[in-house]
């Protein structure tokens, strides 16, 4: 009788991937390049969605922050590597984790599969050889340094899959040809200013009112040292440059686009023909004949004082200097021919990739601009606005991506260009950021009549519902604060608390002990180490009108920190929770923290004030649910829909779940009774007690 053959478990073969992926992967961060997987874990552990029983996979390919692929292995003389059973017990395991391919490997071939095609597939997205003809375990070992060798090359061949695929989705902006002109000319222009401002920061007074002009608008920290490297001292000015040169530009096309239009009876604003003194080499002159265009359209819209208003930046792309070319004219008339010879409408969809293609890749990261994904702002809007007659407030609108899509979200359930405008409301500091949102807003519909957007230039928390704002409409005369609007929408800051100046504190202290003195309502004792987006939904309450909607992205820290257990009370007590999301495969808004929406629906207060005792007025069987999405939000919407509609079906699905969802491909759901979340002791005093 023959002396039985030994075998090799799976676990074993499995170890002998793992240092090569380490290795491969130090040796392309080395090389410059970046590697797609940093680790092969063995044997990881993992919950089967559909009977719930923990079951062990054998290698977890993994980023250096995520895994990537889960991989079940099975020895050659045991399973084919296509084996049905074996494809849907990897498929099961992906699943359950939420990653996009499952792989299934008999030591002898690799198999890579597409997790959202399911578990019976005929066809891999790739099939490598590992080890030829090896039909036995136990011949393994012999073969070992020739199966870690071939997997280097195997994790080279699925690595240049995803960067492919990874190039398709995420490569550039693409932007129309009209604004890859005007992005050419503003380049052209920015370039000359720059050279001017190398030579105004010797002027220790001109350095910094630039400095802190770029710190107030964008929150950036930069030196402009003439003494420093002069390639770092050029490079800085020519991102100044750039950017101021680009709000200019903004203001020539919201111009030229007023000068196209008419009023609300349809009569023209009868504007001057946008033009410079093209011949000249003095920048004060430019500056000079721009500020008299601003001023004549303000006087003649009787509006756009926000937008038409020359500021810091104005001084520093039009600073005079010694080294100031005799060009200046004719490059900004070349940005002016650019602006006058294209139809800019609807410039939320190009506006935002114009400016982030025009920064460098230090100052996009150092001043946070990546854009609000519009998938993701189609899912907020298509929650939070139901009827084309709602009101909504934007508390922080940014450069107005969230303001602009609930225009077309209420366009798109039957509302007038007028109607929309006058019922979108926006508040933002920054004159820049307050700006754009205006901008925005009034060219979104460049065919309309004009109207006038209510756009609030101030900080959220020196507003109040139903006062007077200070700004003054044409068609509308003085504007008021909105109150009992049917929607509050946003992206509010993640800015630590802490870190504002004392009287900022005070100023938000005063915000919501002037409404408690109204309502009683019981405002959370946020800890010093709260972000001020906490404060935010305390101010959307009050905004909100009973059986109104909050539709906010927030930081995780909602739900992994004391302050956010206290905005989990807040929101358990005076609203119904219908969706926390948040997502395993993508980060929203570029944030160095993961991020997580808020879909709720206000209820009436209750008649305990100052009672932290269940709110009558939330259905005792209300349910939460916690969603984390497995797939990027933009696989989700349909495409097919016009702007503004894409995400209602999404919407309805996730809010019309009524049980918990591990096997779906799109997200795992968790339900729990709100009345669980919702703090019963004594210790979490109110605001206003």
Sequence with gaps: MGRARSIVDERTLAGWFSSPTESRAVRLAAEGKKPVFFYADVEEHVQDPQTGVTKRCDVTLRSRTRPIATVEMKRPEVAAADSPALQNDSWSKAVGRGLPYFLTANFREILVWETSKGPDQRTPLIQFTLAPGLTHSSIA????????????????????????????????????????????????????????????????????????????QFGVETSLNPHGPKGRLLAESLQVATIATFVVATRLMLYQALANSTRPDGSSFGLDLLDITRTTGDPRRVFSDLAG?????????GDFETQFSPGELDDIVFVDASTTRRDVGSLWGKIIDVVQGADWQAPVTYVPGLYESLLDDEH????????????VVEL???????????????PASGAGTFV?????????????????????????LAQFAASLTGFNLTLADT????????????????????????????????????????????????????????????????????????????YPNFTGKADIWAFFV??????????????????????????????????????????????????????????????????????????????????????????????????????????????????DEILSTEQDAGGDLRWDIRIFEQKALLETESSRDGFGE
């Design 293 to 301: 265009l601003y001023e004549h359209a303000q006087r003649k819209t």
């Design 404 to 428: 602009t899509m609930c225009y077309e979200r209420k366009k798109a359930l039957g509302s007038t260009h007028e109607q929309a405008l006058a019922e979108v409301y926006a508040v933002e």
């Design 538 to 651: 305390a101010g959307a309450h009050m905004y909100l009108r009973p059986g109104g909607r909050l539709g906010f992205v927030v930081s995780w820290n909602l739900l992994a920190s004391e302050y956010g257990d206290a905005v989990i009370t807040f929101l358990a007590r005076y609203f119904k929770i219908h969706a926390l999301i948040d997502s395993r495969v993508e980060r929203w808004f570029a944030a160095k923290q993961n991020t997580v929406i808020i879909l709720a629906e206000k209820v009436a207060d209750p008649a305990a004030k100052l009672s932290h005792q269940t709110n009558p007025s939330v259905p005792n069987d209300h349910q939460v649910r916690f969603v984390r999405l497995k797939r990027p939000v933009d696989e989700l919407v349909s495409s097919e829909l016009p702007r503004g509609k894409r995400a209602e079906d999404l919407v």
């Design 141 to 216: 070992p012999k073969r070992r340094i020739e199966m870690s060798e071939n997997w280097v090359k195997f994790l080279d061949e699925f690595s240049e899959l995803l960067l492919e695929k990874e190039r398709r989705e995420k490569g550039p902006r693409k932007l129309p040809p009209q604004v890859l002109e005007l992005k050419e000319v503003i380049h052209e222009a920015a370039e000359e200013a720059a050279e001017r401002i190398q030579a105004a920061v010797e002027n220790e007074g001109f350095r910094q009112k630039a400095l802190d002009a770029f710190r107030l």
């Design 447 to 522: 065919s309309a009549s004009s109207a006038y957007p209510r756009v609030f230039r101030t900080d959220f928390f020196q507003t109040y519902p139903g006062e007077h704002s200070g700004l003054e409409l044409p068609d509308a005369g003085p504007v008021l604060y909105p109150q009992q609007v049917n929607a509050v929408v946003g992206n509010p800051p993640y800015i630590r608390f802490e870190n504002r100046l004392p009287e900022e504190r005070e100023e938000v202290f005063r915000f919501l002990q002037k409404h408690f003195a109204k309502t009683q309502t019981a």
């Design 364 to 375: 996009r990261h150092v001043m946070g601009v990546h854009y609000t994904p519009d998938p």
């Design 380 to 394: 907020i809007t298509a929650y939070a606005i139901q009827d084309p007659a709602d009101v909504v407030l934007d």
